[in-house]
């Protein structure tokens, strides 16, 4: 990043921490003084078609956004928490220019070269965390949307990769993919039924 903006906030937030498969997402946005969007809020409480609305508009209207990902491998290599804020970090690093300041949703930081805060609840109180809740979450549905053209045993498409129903039959029936977080129980627990290596 070569680019200086003074007085500049990013907006940091994740997708994909729970699930037993794919990467987790990270989001940076970075939101200039005219930004209009009335139904912006934390991407769990927007139906689809509106998480898929607002993000057009962030991606239109945002003055930066970035998107970093910590993959599945990674995950199974340090564990979520650091695979998030890999996740996070990379974000940020992301951007064409540089923040002066970041806050990011949760009670920890990435190892940044500017001045963080950890904010509990921020995609409820901070727009540009809000902005990055919706990113996150929709690039990420959309990953696991190609990855269910892939691995179509496991229904990722229905449920994003999520530790339900089906989720944990197909688990049970087909044994982790490649994509799967084999740090996590129910993946490990797959991996010791009888007749599996």
Do not use: C
């Not at 998480?51 to 239109?60: P, S, Y």
């Amino acid at each position: 990043m070569t680019q200086r903006a003074a007085s500049v906030l990013a907006g940091v937030d994740e997708a994909g921490r729970g699930p037993l498969a794919g990467p987790v997402v990270a989001a940076a946005v970075i939101l200039g003084s005219g930004f209009q969007y009335e139904d912006l809020a934390d991407s769990k409480k927007l139906s689809e078609r509106k998480r898929e609305e607002a993000n057009l508009e962030v991606r239109k209207q945002a003055r930066a956004w970035s998107i970093g990902l910590a993959s599945a491998a990674e995950i199974d290599q340090f564990n979520i928490h650091t695979a998030t804020l890999i996740a996070m970090r990379r974000a940020v690093l992301g951007l064409p220019f540089e923040p002066e300041r970041v806050i990011v949703d949760g009670n920890f930081t990435p190892n940044l070269p500017w001045p963080s805060t950890a904010k509990p609840r921020a995609d409820a109180t901070e727009t540009s965390v809000s902005a990055a809740s919706v990113l996150a979450k929709v690039f990420r549905d959309r990953y696991m949307r190609e990855l269910d053209e892939q691995f179509p045993e496991y229904g990722f498409g229905q449920h994003k990769g999520y530790p339900t129903r089906v989720h944990l039959e197909a688990l049970e029936h087909f044994g982790p993919s490649l994509v799967h977080r084999f740090s996590f129980r129910p993946v490990r627990e797959a991996l010791r039924t009888p007749g599996r290596t």
